[in-house]
T-cell receptor, first 113, second 117 residues
Framework: AQSVTQLDSQVPVFEEAPVELRCNYSSSVSVYLFWYVQYPNQGLQLLLKYLSGSTLVESINGFEAEFNKSQTSFHLRKPSVHISDTAEYFCAVIKAAGNKLTFGGGTRVLVKP | EAGVAQSPRYKIIEKRQSVAFWCNPISGHATLYWYQQILGQGPKLLIQFQNNGVVDDSQLPKDRFSAERLKGVDSTLKIQPAKLEDSAVYLC???????????????FGPGTRLTVL
């Protein structure tokens, strides 16, 4: 079975500073990788995903994540955060031949002015 | 396009009572999921439907939890009787293509926050 570890449960960061959210996964088979964002009192929204091809994937609001197979990681980064990025971020994996998303424990990002 | 709808948004009950949650997926989405999200943890899949059939319910505590999707559209999740440890947010999600969850985005509803006293 696959598992996902998000090493940081909370990340406080000042506005316009960079942020990196760490995600490591464990799986014996190929996986697809996802980052979801959950804004306060809202449902989960897909931020970006890695299925194949370029290991660097980007979202429309400035986030990017890089798939590193050798390190089994899929860290999320943004070079300059906004107050509106305050949310909880979840890394998730699914087996390439499977149908069940496995989520990490989440990282709460608090952007301070 | 309307999103995934869930009701109620909040529910407070006492232990040993029963509770039911409702989900209406995005129109045309064949696959429906129920997740349990305990405070401080990531969502955990409880059950997955494809149309009105169960694909995966391996993590559903079947002695107290039940779910149905009779007409292949909306779904209900029931807990009977509830325990203190059932306090969580219950998320419903849907996706378009059956059997291809790995490459089709799951759209999540706002969730139902259950508090068991």
């Amino acid at each position: 079975a696959q598992s996902v570890t998000q090493l940081d449960s909370q990340v406080p960061v000042f506005e316009e500073a960079p942020v990196e959210l760490r995600c490591n996964y464990s799986s014996s088979v190929s996986v697809y990788l996802f980052w979801y964002v959950q804004y306060p009192n809202q449902g989960l929204q897909l931020l970006l995903k890695y299925l194949s091809g370029s290991t660097l994937v980007e979202s429309i609001n400035g986030f990017e994540a890089e798939f590193n197979k050798s390190q089994t990681s899929f860290h999320l980064r943004k070079p300059s955060v906004h107050i509106s990025d305050t949310a909880e971020y979840f890394c998730a994996v699914i087996k390439a031949a499977g149908n069940k998303l496995t989520f990490g424990g989440g990282t709460r990002v608090l952007v301070k002015p | 396009e309307a999103g995934v709808a869930q009701s109620p948004r909040y529910k407070i009950i006492e232990k040993r009572q029963s509770v039911a949650f409702w989900c209406n997926p995005i129109s045309g989405h064949a696959t429906l999921y129920w997740y349990q999200q305990i405070l401080g943890q990531g969502p955990k899949l409880l059950i997955q439907f494809q149309n009105n059939g169960v694909v995966d319910d391996s993590q559903l505590p079947k002695d107290r939890f039940s779910a149905e999707r009779l007409k292949g559209v909306d779904s209900t999740l029931k807990i009977q009787p509830a325990k203190l440890e059932d306090s969580a947010v219950y998320l419903c999600a849907s996706s378009r293509q059956p059997g291809q969850a790995s490459i089709n985005e799951q759209f999540f509803g706002p969730g139902t926050r259950l508090t068991v006293l």
